[in-house]
């Protein structure tokens, strides 16, 4: 069995193509999503967060509405990009989602990826350390979120507050029993995905990673599961870790899906440069008959170490067309791999 769940990056935009033409048009329509995703199976509904960009920003309103409107569905994101964050903020708005969701929300945290402006976290009030780079600053603001939502008073109370105190020490309110072994690092390498391990944290492995030995991603990424697997055991934590990888797949069972994916037949990985000393390789997409995906799928080593998979949407394609992406999923191809 396997956890199947969609990853939107929630694009907008006035393009004649698009059935996404406003933020609020992305924000209902993901919560329509949701719902109609829980309704079919699906296991998650997880959310790249991008500043600076007509794509999701702040999840927190959106991961509560969906909270609020589901009952089963995991609610996620991949991922938050710590440089932006205040922990003890975000602290209080995770406490809160997860609270309406019932423990339901699985937080995909990590440095991030390029932006759309030059060092946006400056905006945002932030800057590294002297000595420190914007990726240390991403680490130790997720240290220091990790460390609060554990629920520990670490607060000096006032002698004369405004409310009576509990004895002791505070800690960050509203506290969420389970947050902490519900946080999932992204991580584009294998140094960081031991790292992550040792903290504690699940992995997440999109379709970029660092490309570290010239292999295929599928097998790249196969190679930094095991690493993280090994890496958790060593820091002997008394919980199994979730790893899940992001994959493109189109099952094409109509006119429809061959016209929007049929290009994506032959696709391949591709090399490229994330920035000035960072060559990354980028995953390919999956796009076929039900019958050779399910062939194709069954040769990708990352997907079947993982035990969650995020199906990425086309989401401005509109509710009904990405419920149809994944009921093909669902349908055609997860029970002949055994993921159903």
Known sequence: ?????????????????????TAADFLHQSIDLAVAAEELGVDGAYF????????????????????????????GTGVIDMRYENPMYMAEDAGAADLIAGGRLQLGVSRGSPEQVIEGWRYFGFAPGEGDSDADMARRHTETFLEVIEGRGFAQPNPRPMFPNPPGLLRIEPH??????????????????????????????????NDETGEPLHVQQRKQIETYRRAWAEAGHDRPPRVSVSRSIFALTDDVDRAYFGRDRDSRDQIGMIDETTRAIFGRSYAAEPEELVKQLADDEAIQAADTLLLTIPNQLGVDYNVHVLENILTHVAPELGWR
Do not use: C
């Not at 769940?5 to 004649?16: E, K, M």
């Open 1 to 21: 069995m396997k956890k199947i769940g969609f990853l939107s990056f929630g694009h907008w935009s006035s393009a004649p193509y698009s059935e996404t033409r």
């Open 48 to 75: 790249r967060v991008h500043h600076f960009a007509r794509q999701a920003g702040s999840p927190f309103p959106l991961l509560a509405a969906i909270g609020a409107r589901t009952e089963r569905i995991e609610i």
């Open 176 to 209: 969420s029993e389970g947050l902490r072994e519900r946080i999932w690092w992204g991580s584009g390498s294998d140094a960081t995905a031991v790292w992550a391990a040792g903290l504690g944290m699940n992995l997440q492995s999109s379709t970029l990673k």
